[in-house]
Each structure stands twice: as C-alpha cells, then as structure tokens.
C-alpha cells in the first residue's frame, strides 16, 4: 500500500519534474518579442504583399529566433481595429506593425498602447496620433507629379479621365487633390469624367469602359492603383492608346515598355504606393527594439517610386538586381505590386518572399541606412492641427511646362 | 338546356377580356426592354457619344456577367430560397481557373469543366444545409461564402498567379462574324436558360415548388430534388461568371465578386419575379440585369459628384420597382374598366 503511495508520488513528481523541464524553454521564450500584424484587410495584392514581406523578414536569421510575429486581420471597420489593438496592447505586445484603417479612429488606443511601451510603426496608411511611427509615401507627392507629368506628354491640352480610389478615403482625397491642384493650372485640360475604382484592376477595367462609352473621344488617363484595368478596357475598345499615368502593378510596367503598346499611343509614368513601407517600418522597428537605433516617433517619409517607360528593365532573376524593376508576365499575376523589393533598404527578400512570405535562404538582416528622412506634415493625414508647408502640392519629379 | 350546362359546367371558360390575353410578366419583361432603349437614346442628352452601337456592346458585354449570375439567383429565388454564396462562388471560379488551370494550358477543354464541376459541389453544399439540415437558406449560402472566400484566401495567400487561358479570352475577346462573341454567348445563355426554366419540365417543377411545397408534394414532384437543383446550378453559374470575368480581365482577384451580390438579387427583383418565389420570368431577370447595367453606364457619364450620382441611379431603381409591380397594371386595369 505504502509501496504503491511512493511509486505514485514519485510518478507525479518526475511528471511535474518533466514539466519544468519543457516549461524552460518556453520560459526563455519570453526573451522573444511579441509582435503584431495587424492589417485592416486582406485580398488584394498590394495587402498581401505588405504582409508577406513583413513575414518573411520575420523569418530571416537573426530575427527567425528572436521575434514571434501574429498576424490579424480585422476588415475595413476602424472599430474591429481598434478592438485588435486593445487585445494586442493587453496580450503585451512588444510592438505593432499595422495598416491603419482610419488616420484618426485609432488614436486613442494607440496612445493607451504608448502609455504601456508598446511601439506602434504605421506603414503607408498614416495616422495622427503623435506617439506612433508613420512610415509613408504619402507626403512625397503621388497626385502631383504623376498629374504634371500626364499634362506635360499631352501639351497642356486635352480630355483626361481621372480614376479614383475609395469614396471618402482620405489617401485618395490627397492625391486627388494633389493632382487637381496642378490640373487646375492649366485651362486646356478638361477632366471629362471622374470615377471611383476602389483601387482595384477589374473595378478600374469596367469604370473606364463605361467613361469611353460617353466619351470616346479622351487623351488620357489619369490613375491610382488598378492603372492596369484602364489600359485593358481601352485596347477591348480598339487599337488607339492614350497616355495613363498610375501606380506600380507589374502589367502596367510591362506595357508601358511594350513596343506595340508605344506605338499604339500608350506614354506615361509609374509611381505611387510602394509595398516596401512595410518591410521598412518593421526592420525600423526591429533596430528601435533591439537598441541599434535611437528614434523619437515621428513621420517617416519613404522615397516615391518614379519610373518612366525608358527606366523600365524586366529582371531576369527574382530580384532587383542591375536596376530591374519589373518581372516577366510568366512570373507575377499582372496585379502583382513591383516596388514592394527594394535593393538598398530590403536587399534580404526576393520576389517569391512577397508571394508567399517565406525567407529567401542564406539571406540575413542588413543594417538600414542610418538617414531617416522625416515627411512634411499633412494636415489630418499625419498630424493633428498642424499647416501644411506652404510648398505642398508642388510637383518636384518633372519640370512644369507653361500654361496657354 | 339545364342539362347541357351541366355538362360543360367543369371547363373553365377563356378570359376574354383583353387585358387578361396579356400576361402580366410579359408586361413588366416588355416594360424592363422599353426602358432600357428609352434609356439609351435619352441618354444622347448627356454626351453626344451614347446611345451609339458601341456603347451598346458595352451595356452588353458588361451586362453579360450580371445576367448569367442572376439567372442561377433568380432559380433559387423561384424555387423559395435566396444564394448570398455567389461572390466567393464568383472568386473561386476566377481563381481556379487562373492559378489552377491558367494561360498555355493545352488542357485548359477538360479543365475548366472541372472546375464548374468544383463550385457544383461547393453549391451542393449549400443545398445540403438548407434541403436537409433546415438551415434558412440566408445562413446558409453566406456560411458557405464565408467558408469559400477563406478557403480562397488561404489557398492563394492572397496573391492569385496566373493568367487567364486562351479559351476564356477567346470568349470574351474574339470576334465571330464581325460580332463580338461575348454577345454570342449571351444571347446563347439567354436562349439555354429561358428553355431551361420556361420551356423544361425541371422549370416547371420549381415553379409549382416555389408557389406551394405542399402541393408540388401531393402533385408528385420531387420536392427534395427541385429545391436542391437550384442551388447547383446557381452555384456553377457564379464559378462561370468568376471565368468571364477572368477572360475580360486577364486575372482573378480575392475581391472580383464583390460587386455582384446586391445587383444579382435587384434583377432578379426588378425583372419582375417575387422575393418569395414561385413567380418571374427569366426574361424579365435578363431585363432587369441589362437595365441595371445600362443605367450604370448612363449614370457615370454624368458629371455630378459621386454621392449625387449614386442617390440618383437608386432613385430610378426604385421608381422602376415601382412602375414595374403587379399592382402597377392591376391599377390600370382598374382605370380602365371603371
């Protein structure tokens, strides 16, 4: 009986003994840092290849052992956002990587997760509240210069379609703003139609082709992100291009490069919203973490990705390597977002790390440059009763030609 | 005398009234069409350049997907129930048929069945829950889209790869005869589904289903298969949107679908076909999805402010619901005959 008592005893210490034993190395796992994705939603490409990049630096040595990244997607309401924060915050994050849905909503739990040390790193979506991080793209002047650069190939004249974003989103008021205040200069220009597209290819395909259908007769275009959609809907209509200036989709790279597509008419540019912000913003924060780098929370600017169809050079591997920064139609979907690689701030990721998150083998994390360039303020966008500088909506990219 | 009405008592005799010759679906299917052409010509007020022929073969081919889409939705309706799985349906047929199947694929003939074969059993599902579980069909179909459009997100990891194959650009892209061939294959659909739901014996059934369960049950009909039917071919049609869409576009996105949830069950309605099933003609559904499209296109040419535009094309969908209801004409059937 006494024997039997002894053996479970014994039993149930070495169990308990087993226990401690596993429970070390979760108990050194503490050491890791917790952070946080957190995404507002997922499924179009430019959200996923954020996401992506952030993963796969995550897992690239050293960071493979020292960061225990969650990702969480909490859709397009800023309440299921802020909730996300909050159960973030509470869990101790260490830090939060996060597309912002709304650049005001969120403030208040943002400054309760400041309050508790968490570090809140924003990228390319922006928010006002003074403690976080913005990384951004947004003051660099998407709207303006894609708009002067549209007015300069048409001479000053003509009828321009302006494809749009989200209704009442702030980002695209900025750039649409942006692209009207130089628009506005020039009397010759005419926007003779004006849609919404959601930022997506086959929104923007079947918005255009209902504008041609009215207006026939248009010389050019002027896009945010779904550019590609307006180019299939004017060669469904026939052979006759017009210029289209847009962001960075890897068809409409392509095209712009296209000999055929040249001829048949199709000029412009490519720029606006680079992926790459969010692989930024986390290896900033990762420096910020791991005391590599002192940085007061600020409004980082993150430089405006500016292509003309001359510059554009397909890669031959999965890189940006001899300034290539395009990809072969066999390798990426046509919505594939190019500038989510960058040579100099993410030289660890390759293509496929943007398509499926993974490392790219043999690769470690490379120090950033040490110059943090900070944005100018935009008012509501980046910061809360503040001006705008005075030079703001001027285009720098290109030359202005004269007014008639 | 007293006796030979006797014997004829039993067979109804013709309405001939001539108001009653017409039946009141013709009516709001004929109506649906004047509107659409009145539409289109007025609409030569606002740009000069509509009203042409290739604003027509816009309408058309944009209007294509909404008509396929609606067809399965206005099955379901009719036969009682409501499919709010068709844009996850939609994607899922889009993003097989790019990454899965995808552009130089020999076998592209064989494949691309398969995949409407896929989204068959995804809609099986649907049925399944509503026919025997009991579920509303509501919860139902958005389970299953939930489901799907995960599945979808999971599966590509939100990057859909691929491009479209050379069939369904072929479809969408290429010209027969000097006509465009999405054209062909929409007056092709309207052709299969009318006969299909007018003209066959299956469309029959769901009729008499939609109208009364219980008497579909007593007349002998199948009631377990008619109700489940629906929800399949409704489900292959999404999947065969997802690939129109695909063959326009060249690509699939996670968000392709989005936009045709509301629009499926609004043409269906506005064709003239009653939420509460047993009642619609498909014609009137082919009707309501050109006229949705057409004032979308109209719509966009003007060049008032967004929300202005929107408040407008919502108006005129409502006053069109209304002119376009049954009671509409009983009224002036009424007016006529005092």
Known sequence: MLNKTMKMTLAAVSLLAAATMLAQPAGAQDKKFKIYLSLSYSGNAWQSETANIVKALAATPPYKDMVDLKEVISGTDPQAQISAYESMVDDGADGIISFPISSTALNRTIKRGCDQGVLFFMYDATVTEKCAYNVSYLTTGFGENTAQALVNILGGKGNIFLSRGVPGNSVDKHHTDGAMSVFNKYPGIKVVAEYYSFWDDRTTQQETAKALAAHPDVNGIWSQAGEYGAIQALLDRGDRLVPVTGENSNGFRLALSNPAMQAKGLKGVSSGSPPATSGYAFKLMMEVLTKKRDLKPMNIEYPLPWVLAENIKVCEGDRFENGCNAFPESKVPSSFVTEVLDPVMLPELSMKSAIDGTAVDGATIQPLPKEVKEAANAPGINCEKCDAPTDAYKPYKIEPIVAN | ?338
């Open chain 2, 1 to 338: 005398m007293t006796s030979r009405a006797q014997n004829t008592s039993y067979i109804a005799l013709p309405d001939k009234r001539a108001n009653a010759k017409i039946n009141r679906e013709t009516i709001s299917a004929a109506s649906v069409a004047v509107l659409c052409v009145a539409m289109l010509l007025g609409s030569r007020f606002i740009s000069p350049s509509l009203g042409s022929w290739s604003q027509v073969e816009t309408v058309l081919t944009l209007g294509s997907f909404l008509v396929v889409l609606s067809f399965g939705q206005g099955l379901v309706i009719l036969s009682g129930g409501l499919d709010l799985s068709l844009p996850a349906l939609i994607t899922l047929g889009g993003v097989l048929s790019t990454a899965w199947v995808g552009a130089g694929n020999t076998d592209a003939v064989f494949l691309l069945p398969l995949v409407l074969v896929g989204c068959g059993l995804v809609g099986s599902l649907t049925a399944v829950g509503v026919v025997w579980l009991k579920v509303p069909p509501f919860i139902m179909s958005m389970a299953t889209s939930i489901m799907v459009a995960s599945a979808t997100l999971g599966m590509t990891n939100g990057t859909t790869r691929g491009a479209a194959p050379e069939l369904l650009t072929d479809l969408m892209k290429s010209q027969i005869a000097g006509i465009p061939a999405s054209i062909l294959l929409l007056l092709a659909f309207v052709l299969f589904g009318w006969v299909l739901q007018a003209r066959s014996v299956f469309g029959r059934h769901v009729y008499a289903v939609g109208t009364n369960v219980q008497a579909a049950r007593i007349a002998g009909i199948n009631v377990t298969l008619i109700q489940f039917l629906p929800y399949v071919i409704s489900a292959v049609c999404a999947g065969f949107v997802g690939m129109m869409l695909v063959g326009y576009s060249n690509g699939a996105t996670l968000r392709m679908g989005d936009n045709y949830l509301l629009p499926s069950i609004a043409a269906v309605v506005i064709g003239g076909s009653s939420i509460l099933g047993g009642r619609g003609t498909f014609l009137g559904t082919v009707g309501g999805a050109i006229l949705l499209t057409t004032l979308g296109t109209v719509i966009s040419a003007i060049g008032l402010n967004f929300g202005l535009r929107t408040i407008i094309e919502g108006s005129i969908i409502l006053v069109a619901l209304l002119v376009l209801r049954d009671e509409f004409f009983e009224r002036l059937r009424g007016f006529r005959k005092p």
